[in-house]
């Protein structure tokens, strides 16, 4: 592709507009003769500090933010950006060029990955060639997951997009964090509907504050959404007319659902033995839904579910009448065993304050002996949260045993402290395996343990090395 091409969706401007580009990398290591070279600038690495050894692989064009770069480099063609990472994504969407026709978003704190997987599931369902991507991986109709990571890097995206088109995939429902929408990791994507969950606290290592949270996420709809798109908003948040107002103001329309909703206005949620029962005011129609989910988070994730499928399909009485044969995410609320006395053990990936309170909270009706809870907190990450989820545990379960989540470079034993500080209940167990043996010896009847924090993942990162563990296999060896 010529390089006046690739650029053409852009502000970015050069001398060399009939050079050809054969492909583009932001790792210089992975440079070939022909490419375009993205020097980004991140947390670790500087990436113009490795423009030299690009071109020396073979690099003929540069992007990146330094002008003096122009007169280091004069025989290369050096695009200046004032953003790189949102230039690298649209010279990504213009290089790989194809996408799937109904491409659908989901952001928010918690809910994400569930939203995201439930759309997948229903528009199979109905017959439609359709993948998810996020935190479970890249996942093609209901084939086994590739690699995972919420919000991918733009190259890799735009290559994801053009692959799954060119395999005839009509739909694809993204997971946005609010890392990958700040460092515009998804723009060119095409995004005809997306759904917003809930704020809470969560990453404020990286954004320190819950306005620059809340900003980043609020990207999607002001800057990402295709205009007159559609915003799938919870109308029961703190955020939801600020959102809805900032929707509206650039031409987004506005779909609400929860107990406030409009087109999705959940009227009542009844636990079930094995789910619950939702009466809906369902696009102007009163409908009820027997969904094999606990708790009302739940109940919002498919509300939200709903809304996404009846924008991106426009059949919404099309898609409401397979939302009741969904299965849930894996290690979302997911029921992995009862033991031989009626316990109940659950795997949730709940890692925030609002997240371990919504997960307790829902399954609280379901339990008719003690709820207990097990979790830890990653290292590396916000301190802040911990204490706020060990009084969360202390108050609302009745058996709270800390163990060690990710600790990454921290002392775990220091991380287990600052929960308990606010948990006097918490029992100490800081080898993950042995806490989860100790907890399910100890169920009786009619009790209900929760495995918190880290769901689905196979690995536990402690000082830098990743060691294999999948709180899954830890509680099918002790049942």
């Known amino acids: 592709m010529k390089l006046a091409e690739l650029i053409h969706n852009t502000k970015l401007a050069t001398n060399f507009s009939d050079l050809e580009i054969s492909g583009i990398e932001s790792d210089s290591r992975k440079i070939q003769k022909g490419y375009l070279f993205a020097a980004l600038k991140g947390v670790a690495f500087n990436g113009e500090e490795f423009i030299a050894q690009a071109i020396q692989n073979g690099a003929v064009a540069v992007l990146c933010e330094s002008a003096e770069m122009i ?37 928010g704190t918690n809910g994400k990955t569930s939203i995201a997987d439930f759309t997948r599931q229903v528009l199979i369902m109905m017959g439609e060639k359709a993948a998810s991507l996020g935190t479970l991986g890249l996942i093609k109709n209901n084939e086994e997951p590739q690699y995972a990571m919420t919000t991918p890097d733009a190259l890799t995206i735009h290559k994801t997009l053009r692959s799954l088109a060119e395999d005839n995939f009509k739909y694809l429902i993204m997971e946005t964090s609010s890392h990958g929408l700040c460092q515009y990791r998804v723009g060119g994507v095409k995004f005809k509907v997306a759904g917003f969950t809930n704020l809470t606290r969560d990453h404020l290592d990286y954004h320190k504050t819950m306005e620059n949270y809340y900003q980043a996420k609020e990207l999607l709809f002001t800057e990402f959404l295709v205009p007159n798109g559609a915003a799938v908003l919870n109308a029961d948040i703190d955020v939801f007319k600020r959102l809805k107002n900032a929707c509206v103001s650039t031409g987004k329309r506005v779909i609400s659902y929860g107990r406030n909703g409009e087109q999705l206005k959940l009227l009542q949620a009844t636990p079930l033995a094995h789910g619950q029962k939702l009466d809906v005011l369902y696009y102007g129609k009163n409908v009820s839904l027997n969904i094999p989910l606990a708790g009302e988070f739940q109940a919002m994730n498919v509300l939200c579910a709903l809304g996404i499928l009846a924008e991106l399909t426009q059949q919404p009485f099309g898609v409401v009448k397979y939302i009741e044969k969904i299965r849930g995410a894996k290690g979302r609320l997911e029921l992995v065993a009862q033991t031989s006395k009626g316990a109940a053990i659950y795997v949730d990936y709940a890692h925030t304050p609002d997240a371990i309170e919504n997960v307790i909270n829902a399954l609280r009706p379901h339990c008719s002996g003690k709820l207990r809870i097990l979790f830890g907190c990653g290292g590396d990450r916000d301190k802040g949260k911990r204490p706020i989820m060990g009084k ?88």
């Open 71 to 107: 007169q280091k480099f004069p025989n290369t063609a050096v695009l200046i950006s004032d953003n790189a990472h949102r230039d690298l994504s649209l010279l990504a969407a213009a290089f790989y060029g194809k996408q799937p026709d109904n491409i659908a978003a989901v952001t």
């Open 392 to 479: 969360i545990a202390d108050d609302l379960a009745d058996v709270v045993y800390i163990t060690d989540d990710n600790p990454r470079s921290e002392e775990p034993e220091v991380i287990r402290s600052e929960i308990l500080a606010a948990c006097p209940k918490g029992i100490n167990i800081g080898n993950r395996a042995e806490a989860i043996k100790q907890a399910i010896s100890e169920l009786e009847s009619g009790d209900i343990l929760i495995i918190a924090g880290k769901g689905h993942e196979p690995g536990q990162i402690i000082k830098g090395v990743t060691h294999h563990f999948s709180d899954h296999e830890e509680v099918l060896k002790n049942v």
